[in-house]
């Protein structure tokens, strides 16, 4: 109970922060394209997000015995503060109107967006995967992953990282950083294709397709866990 309220004051805390932000850059309300931030801005937002993972990394492995006991635990302290993030986004902003409406979800290594329901879902399965692993661990019955059920949860992980920053792959390369990254001429291009787009269909099929494999995975293990 400790943790879950440790992860909820921390979704409270940067549903917060998002506030102040969406004042001084979004006073009308929070849409695409994206605002510009300043340079001293957006690397505190990468520092903050720094922050945040360590955070969650540190309470999960203060408080969980075992490698295993530690990965429930930091995936249910992900969630929690995940999801309580956009709970009081909606206490506080009556924001998002619904759960299609696409968001900023992280900034490292490049930004990464998408539908409100997608990181929801995603974290709807982490909790799924900490009941488990608490529950075998408690009956004693416990067995690692193996290496095929972590190659189906890594890489399912990585699917889904790719529809959450595809959008921005895309305008980086098309505005020629990757060829040129010290180029002034390409940042400038990359500014103005990000300054006008806004997103307009996600990738379902392929997130889909991640979170199903991830799930296949985990209930895998499980039915093995259940046979030993």
């Given at each position: 109970m400790a943790l879950v309220l440790f992860s909820t004051a921390m979704g409270l805390l940067e549903a917060?922060?998002?506030?102040?932000l969406r004042r001084l850059y979004y006073p009308e309300g929070f849409t695409f394209p994206l605002a510009t931030m300043s340079?001293?801005?957006?690397?505190t937002e990468l520092l903050r997000e720094v922050a945040t993972i360590v955070m969650l990394v540190s309470?999960?492995?203060?408080?969980?015995?075992?490698?295993?006991?530690?990965?429930?635990?930091?995936?249910?302290?992900?969630?929690?503060?995940?999801?309580?993030?956009?709970?009081?986004?909606?206490v506080l902003l009556d924001w998002p109107a619904t759960l299609l409406d696409w968001d900023i979800l992280f900034l490292i290594p490049i930004t990464w967006i998408g539908p409100v329901l997608a990181p929801v879902l995603c974290s709807?399965?982490?909790?799924?995967?900490?009941?488990l692993?608490?529950?075998?661990?408690?009956?004693?019955?416990?067995?690692?992953?193996?290496?095929?059920?972590?190659?189906?949860?890594?890489?399912?992980?990585?699917?889904?990282f790719a529809t959450f920053i595809r959008d921005y792959a895309l305008l980086i390369s098309a505005s020629g950083l990757l060829s040129t990254p010290k180029s002034q001429q390409a940042l400038a291009v990359f500014q103005q294709f990000s300054a006008a787009y806004i997103p307009q269909t996600y990738a379902w099929g392929w997130f889909s397709?991640?979170?199903?494999?991830?799930?296949?995975?985990?209930?895998?293990?499980?039915?093995?866990?259940?046979?030993?």
């Open positions: 917060i922060v998002v506030v102040y340079t001293d801005i957006y690397l309470i999960s492995a203060a408080v969980g015995r075992s490698y295993y006991e530690r990965l429930a635990y930091f995936l249910m302290n992900f969630a929690v503060w995940d999801i309580f993030y956009y709970v009081f986004l909606k709807l399965v982490m909790l799924g995967m900490t009941a692993i608490l529950r075998f661990e408690d009956a004693g019955k416990l067995l690692p992953f193996s290496r095929m059920e972590w190659s189906g949860i890594l890489g399912g992980s990585v699917i889904i397709l991640g979170l199903g494999v991830i799930v296949f995975s985990v209930l895998h293990w499980s039915r093995r866990v259940g046979k030993a």
